[in-house]
């Protein structure tokens, strides 16, 4: 099954990761940008990893600044 996936991985070694199936990913997804200076809208960067389908596509989306 073609799925994007997304992990949250925090300094402390938590990992939360959820699925585009679940209730409140576009939501979530939407508001990033708006807490986190410099995380890229959905629309940036979901067509950039949909393709080709099927494919896994690690894509780091933001990382901490040093």
Known sequence: MDQIRV???YQSGL?????????GFTE???SLP???PGFPRLDQWRPKIVHPP???NLTT???KPD
């Open 15 to 23: 990992e939360i990761e959820i699925s585009e199936d679940m209730t």
């Open 54 to 56: 099927l494919a896994t």
């Open 28 to 30: 979530l997804m939407d």
């Open 7 to 9: 992990l949250f991985e």
């Open 34 to 36: 708006k807490h986190i």
């Open 61 to 63: 989306l933001w990382q």
